[in-house]
């Protein structure tokens, strides 16, 4: 299915044990590429072109949107800019992959790793069935539709 694993996890959406966090991220990379099976042929591709980690950082939290800014939360309700949050992991690695809730469908922005994120309200489910899924590029933009730049950045 894919065939990188996950670097670091910031698991912020549950009180559970390492037990818990590690079944959630299996199961959301199994919803996130099991209907985008292009997904991580471009997330490697961008990662070993720009000389960064092939093991992306997934952050899973509650997210919500507050005068026009997308934060996210902790179990203990502790709130921080998503953007803040890129911009401290940005070019760490070639991808950041966010699980938390969008409602507004705000756009983010980085200067060097992929960043793909939800566009809506969503659940695992909703990863399954295949849409609410952005993706970032850092020269490009927002790419998830275009499928003659994802193909140009694999074959590049």
Same mark, same amino acid.
């Given at each position: 299915?894919? &065939?990188?694993?996950?670097? +670091?996890? !910031?698991?912020?959406?549950?009180?559970?044990?390492? @037990?818990?966090?590690?079944?959630?991220?299996?199961?959301?990379?199994?919803?996130?590429?099991?209907?985008?099976?292009?997904?991580?042929?471009?997330?490697?591709? !961008?990662?070993?072109?720009?000389?960064?980690?092939? +093991?992306?950082?997934?952050?899973?939290? !509650?997210?919500?949107?507050?005068?026009?800014?997308?934060?996210?939360?902790?179990?203990? +309700?502790?709130?921080? *800019?998503?953007?803040?949050?890129? &911009?401290?992991? &940005?070019?760490?690695?070639?991808?950041?992959?966010?699980?938390?809730?969008?409602?507004?469908?705000? @756009?983010?922005?980085?200067?060097?790793?992929?960043?793909?994120?939800?566009? $809506?309200?969503?659940?695992?489910?909703?990863?399954?069935?295949?849409?609410?899924?952005? *993706?970032?590029?850092?020269?490009?933009?927002?790419? @998830? &539709?275009?499928?003659?730049?994802?193909?140009?950045?694999? $074959?590049?």
């Amino acid at each position: 299915m894919h &065939d990188f694993r996950v670097g +670091k996890v !910031h698991s912020l959406a549950t009180d559970g044990g390492k @037990e818990v966090i590690v079944w959630n991220t299996k199961l959301l990379m199994r919803g996130l590429f099991s209907r985008r099976k292009i997904l991580p042929r471009v997330i490697r591709a !961008h990662s070993i072109s720009q000389g960064l980690s092939l +093991k992306p950082i997934l952050l899973i939290a !509650h997210g919500t949107v507050r005068n026009g800014r997308w934060y996210f939360s902790d179990s203990r +309700k502790r709130v921080s *800019l998503i953007q803040r949050w890129i &911009d401290k992991h &940005d070019g760490k690695t070639g991808a950041l992959l966010l699980f938390s809730c969008n409602p507004s469908n705000l @756009e983010v922005r980085s200067r060097f790793s992929l960043v793909v994120h939800l566009n $809506r309200v969503a659940s695992l489910l909703d990863l399954f069935r295949g849409g609410c899924v952005r *993706l970032y590029h850092p020269q490009l933009g927002y790419i @998830e &539709d275009n499928y003659y730049r994802l193909h140009s950045i694999i $074959r590049s």
